[in-house]
């Protein structure tokens, strides 16, 4: 999620305007998120779309995806088809690294990315952008590079699966393939072209004009060859991120056909409404807009009850009458991301919008449920070791076939020879430039793929598609039950 919440501006923007470093909803008001998905060209995500994510991962959505946050995605449908094919694909998603303090709203795509990560059992990218942050904000090169460690903690601390998750910085991960792909989109995108779609002007720096391929590379696979191998289409990618960053994939999904590689898919978020109310930023320098991850029990009480945007009304006779407003009030809405349990949230809804329930009382409701969050996530931070971030950001050759499925210890299972056989690099056992997985497990199991697979390597792969394959049936009979 990006940090533009953080700069203070005092525009009056008649329009509607929604870049990457700029957020703001016409004549200041809140944001028009129909007129956004016509604008830029997406889909927005329907019910049918979250059942079949629920049929194929065999699981229930997620609060943030069945509830609305996550609202809209470019070919998410072409994702399913092809995991349902049995065809594999990798998550990307990323944070500009300005700042060390996050608040609730930063955690939201990783905690959405973990979700999917788990549910589909897939590999995960993670880019710190501490050259974009460099480029944009008065911060030095060496801070954001300190910036990107202090927050690869937080990421961390969401629970990620280091064996599945890469999590790198752009000044540090600047190597060759990543470097490659950068020039070649660089090359298909001219001056004018992101001048229209970034908004840049005369007045940006060169380093900000060509900073659009720094964050459109990691949607091919090859750009980490340490995972994923050396082929650029091994494999799809998915990209869970927020809706202001759509005009880098936008722009990346152009030149992807050109470059010989699949367009990234996406499934993006609408933005986390700031305490003080819909229509207001959250800002870093406000401490009193946000909820920091940092904040203590007694600041979280305080914050909410002092700031919080209430839906209620001014005397308690009214309310009692009238009821409290479920469309501007904060508490409600932000329960609506973190409280879990149906149930209890339809009942709130109930009481609160009949004026049974008070102001103060959805308060203390949102107040139980954000302390414990906070809480968690302080002492998850806590247990992260510079040791943990080191293998997260480690570049050291992984076991293509250990990303995916139910995680066996397949690095156990290699042998010598395979290890001694792996480019140095490479990711052991990735496929080759084929241009299709299905193609490459046929060949895993006929044995043809001399040298690339040992023995037990496609025992292993075959076992776990079978595993996987029977998963799949189960879940399907069971899916097909439900329907009934
Ligand atoms: N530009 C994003 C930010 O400022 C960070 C980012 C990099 C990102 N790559 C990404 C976000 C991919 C989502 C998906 O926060």
């Known amino acids: ?39 830029f060209g997406c889909s927005t995500i329907d019910r049918e779309m979250i059942e079949r994510v629920e049929r194929v991962t065999g699981r229930k959505a997620h609060p943030f995806l069945r509830r609305g946050m996550f609202f809209a995605h470019r070919e998410l449908d072409l994702i399913l088809d092809a995991y349902e094919r049995g065809e594999k694909f990798y998550l990307y998603t990323g944070r500009g690294p300005s700042s060390e303090s996050l608040h609730l709203g930063h955690l939201i795509p990783f905690q959405f990315t973990k979700w999917l990560q788990d549910a589909f059992k897939v ?11 460099f480029l944009w904000k008065d911060l030095s090169l060496e801070e954001c590079g300190r910036l990107a460690r202090e927050n690869a903690k937080d990421i961390i601390a969401c629970g990620f699966d280091p064996k599945r998750t890469f999590i790198f910085s752009d000044v540090q991960y600047m190597s060759t393939p990543f470097y490659k792909n950068m020039m070649k989109i660089a090359k298909c995108v001219t001056l004018n072209q992101v001048k229209g779609i970034f908004g840049f002007t005369g007045e940006s720096n060169i380093g900000q004009v060509g900073f659009p391929p720094t964050q459109a590379a990691p949607s091919f696979p090859d750009c980490f060859p340490h995972m994923f191998g050396e082929s650029k289409t091994s494999l799809r990618c998915l990209i869970p991120c927020a809706i202001d960053q759509d005009p880098y994939f936008r722009m990346t999904r ?12 996406l499934i993006e978020s609408r933005f986390f409404p700031a305490l003080k109310g819909e229509s207001g930023k959250m800002s870093a320098s406000d401490a009193t807009s946000a909820i920091y991850v940092t904040d203590t029990p007694k600041e979280i009480k305080t914050k909410v009850n002092k700031y919080a945007f209430s839906g209620g ?20 809405k932000w329960l609506n991301f973190f409280l879990d349990d149906d149930q209890a949230l339809a009942e709130i809804g109930e009481e609160y919008s009949s004026g049974r329930m008070l102001s103060g009382e959805i308060k203390a409701k949102l107040i139980e449920t954000l302390v414990p969050i906070c809480q968690g996530h302080q002492d998850a931070r806590a247990k992260v070791t510079d040791a943990m971030i080191d293998e997260f950001m480690s570049t050291k050759p992984r076991v293509f076939a250990s990303l995916f499925g139910d995680m066996g210890d397949v690095a156990g299972a290699l042998d010598e020879a395979t290890i001694a056989n792996t480019k140095p690099g490479i990711a052991i056992g990735a496929p080759e430039d084929t241009g299709s997985v299905k193609k490459e497990q046929d060949k895993a199991q006929t044995g043809e793929d001399g040298g690339q697979m ?27 039950g439900q329907a009934q």
Do not use: C, F
């Open 1 to 39: 999620m990006t940090d533009v919440e953080d700069d203070a501006r005092e525009t009056t923007a008649t329009e509607q305007v929604v870049t990457p470093w700029d957020v703001e909803g016409k004549d200041g008001g809140g944001i028009d998120y129909d007129k956004l998905v016509r604008d």
């Open 254 to 265: 152009d030149v992807a056909p050109r470059i010989g590689g699949y367009k990234p898919a």
């Open 313 to 332: 009304q001014l005397t308690v006779e009214d309310h009692r009458r009238l009821g409290g407003n479920l469309d501007t009030d904060i508490s409600w």
């Open 123 to 133: 590999p995960l990218v993670i880019q710190l952008t501490d050259d974009e942050k």
């Open 454 to 480: 040992s023995k037990s390597q496609q025992k292993k792969l075959l076992k776990e598609q079978q595993i996987a394959e029977k998963k799949r049936a189960k879940e399907a009979a069971k899916a097909a």
